[in-house]
């Protein structure tokens, strides 16, 4: 099992930039995909983008691609999500996921929400 707290959100303005971070703990993260996705106010979960632990290679949705980055620290056990001109519907609570490659994601964080407007 692997435990997951994001950190990071707030309220910005349309344009603004903000980079969330998730820390993980309880199991080494070689064989992990660690995931970003997001649900606003009456829509279903919507998958952002996600990073395969061991090479660092990163994949996005179309709605935030060019826009969002995924990183992660090898030391600090932590992924990131930087999130560059963001726009009002990017507002979502943001969760952080892992699954072992190959498999569902099963764990989860608490959510940090987003907030953008004027």
């Known amino acids: 099992q692997v435990q997951l707290v994001e950190s990071g959100g707030g309220r910005v303005q349309p344009g603004s930039s903000l980079k969330l971070s998730c820390a993980a703990s309880?199991?080494?993260?070689?064989?992990?995909?660690m995931a970003w996705f997001r649900q606003a106010p009456g829509k279903a979960r919507e998958f952002v983008g996600n990073i395969r632990w061991s090479a660092g290679l990163a994949d996005y949705a179309d709605s935030v691609k060019g826009r969002f980055t995924i990183s992660r620290d090898n030391a600090k056990n932590t992924v990131f999500l930087q999130m560059n001109s963001l726009k009002p519907e990017d507002t979502a609570v943001y969760y952080c996921?892992?699954?072992?490659?190959?498999?569902?994601?099963?764990?989860w964080g608490q959510g940090t929400q987003v907030t953008v407007s004027s």
């Open positions: 996921a892992a699954a072992v490659t190959g498999r569902s994601y099963t764990n």
């Open positions: 309880g199991r080494t993260l070689s064989s992990y995909i």
